[in-house]
């Protein structure tokens, strides 16, 4: 894994970073990119409270992928549980980490 990778919690700031990305990650699964209602829909999650967002960024290399997870409840275990939505990461900066660290820090976060 690079030094220079970190995964952090996405700001509505940060949403035209992203929405380039989330297209992208809608394209991969061969729906239509719909940029305007993507770049929406994610601001929306983020600005609500309704997902938590993470970002891989890798240095000067930029924002690598993301992680969307969805907060709900688990009836047996009879507490908030999160559910992984969401993972992408974009072709030139796979297999530097970026899937796995996002992985670990949405598993740490949830656990906390």
């Not at 999650?45 to 969307?68: D, L, Q, S």
């Not at 992408?88 to 996002?102: D, E, I, K, N, S």
Request: no cysteine; aromatic share 10%; net charge positive.
């Amino acid at each position: 894994m690079p030094s220079t990778l970190s995964i952090r919690a996405a700001t509505p700031e940060d949403v035209r970073r992203l929405a380039p990305l989330f297209v992208a990650y809608r394209k991969f699964y061969k729906l239509e990119p719909r940029a305007r209602d993507a770049a929406k829909f994610l601001g929306e999650r983020i600005a609500r409270g309704e997902a938590h967002v993470f970002i891989a960024e890798v240095g000067e290399r930029g924002t690598a992928g993301f992680g969307v997870v969805y907060p709900t409840f688990s009836s047996l275990r009879l507490a908030p549980a999160w559910t992984l939505n969401d993972l992408f990461v974009t072709p030139r900066h796979r297999r530097l980490g970026a899937a796995r660290a996002l992985l670990r820090e949405i598993a740490r976060q949830a656990r906390a």
